[in-house]
């Protein structure tokens, strides 16, 4: 009886485990980028033990990497944005790469040769970048935040944007003009597959419900840092789906204090009437506003009554908290966003879902210690 029962126990045990070690590997679907690259000296050897530093420019958090006996350096799953590089070796001349961009799931290669010197001599590379997709083989489309915020969005919907990458398309799309709501809402078609073999991320966790694929959650456009559709040769991290692969990354707040406020409108005072509201004018039968009261008094149809107003707004920066420690301060970053879309009238064509009120909050946390 006592053997079963620490059997039964042990099963439990390495369970547990697996269950543990499983929960690493479900973080592969990030929505970070890698850098990584090769460190050698003047005639091309590979400089083992040479330090390499990632600074994010827009937070100050830095990301170390050492390179290995064959030179090679690797920094992976960090936030996307503005980065600079800085590579120190023993007896060779501190080199400083330029602030760069990583976009979303990017891998960026820089490679650096170092120079014999001081390492209080700095070296400053200038005219080069890291090139895109030098390390994988996938086809995809970035939209960033400049991009997802100045294209005309009828409901400020970014899956509509989509339809912009080079084998996406839809039956209908008009049904990619109105809000998210989870019940037959619009999604593109990616190569020839249907709408519910596509997989949509939101700052690396499945965003979707399981019975018709649809899209869980979509957040406002002004909260989206940048979003990637992948519409061929996806990584195996972004298995079972044959579609396309929409991974969103939503904003994070930065060292310096940052948002705005936007109001987006319809009216039908701004409008014109329909060009065949005319056809009944002077008609007996529609200049009676008591029978027809759609009409005017000449028999011309009214304008249909349209009242759609977006608007919100987002605010973002640093947080001061002072440490007890030697260091100093730590600085942590905020970012908010909040989106209301209202809408009313009689027409069913132009009229969108009922009010909804949608807010977004991303915390990040960014660590700078000085």
């Known amino acids: 009886m006592r053997k079963t029962q620490s059997l039964g126990l042990g099963l439990v045990l390495m369970a547990m485990v697996a269950l543990l070690c499983s929960a690493n590997v479900a973080r592969g679907q990030d929505v970070t980028a890698t850098i990584t690259g090769t460190i050698t000296d003047a005639s091309g050897a590979p400089l083992a033990g040479a330090s390499v530093t990632a600074k994010d420019m827009d937070r100050g958090t830095v990301w170390p990497a050492t390179t290995n006996t064959e030179g090679i350096y690797n920094i992976l799953r960090i936030p996307v944005g503005s980065y600079s590089l800085r ?58 935040a400049d991009m997802t915020t100045s294209l005309p969005l009828a409901a400020r919907n970014y899956v509509q944007l989509t339809l912009l990458s080079p084998g996406a398309t839809h039956v209908n799309p008009g049904s990619l003009q109105y809000p998210q709501n989870m019940i037959g809402a619009g999604r593109p078609f990616i190569n020839g597959n249907r709408e519910q073999a ?71 005072a701004l409008n014109a009437n329909n060009w065949e509201a005319g056809a009944t004018r002077g008609l007996p ?30 605010i973002g920066g640093p ?30 064509k132009q009229a969108l879902p009922a009010e909804s009120v949608t807010t977004e909050r991303k915390t990040r946390t960014a660590i700078q210690q000085t």
């Open 198 to 268: 596509n997989e949509f991320l939101l700052d690396g966790q499945l965003n979707g419900e399981s019975k018709n694929n649809e899209i869980g959650y979509t957040p406002s456009v002004d909260a989206i840092q940048e979003f990637n559709l992948i519409t061929q040769n996806a990584s195996a991290e972004f298995g079972n789906y044959q579609g396309g692969v929409v991974s969103a990354s939503i904003k994070s707040g930065t060292n310096t204090l940052h948002g705005n406020v936007f109001e987006f409108l319809r009216n039908d």
């Open 319 to 348: 947080i001061m908290k002072e440490n007890s420690s030697t260091r100093g301060p730590r600085a942590r970053s905020f970012s908010r966003s909040a989106s209301a879309p209202a809408t009313s009238g009689r027409s069913a």
């Open 285 to 314: 039968g529609f200049q009676n506003p008591l029978n027809t009261p759609n009409f005017g008094a000449d028999g011309v149809q009214k304008k249909p009554e349209m009242r759609y107003n977006i608007f919100g707004g987002t």
């Open 87 to 144: 590579v120190e070796a023993k007896g060779f001349q501190t080199t400083l790469f330029p602030p760069f961009t990583l976009v979303l799931n990017q891998t960026a290669r820089v490679d650096v040769q170092m120079k014999v010197g001081a390492v209080a001599e700095t070296i400053e590379v200038t005219g080069e970048t890291p090139l895109l997709q030098t390390q994988s083989t996938e086809v995809s489309t970035l939209f960033d």
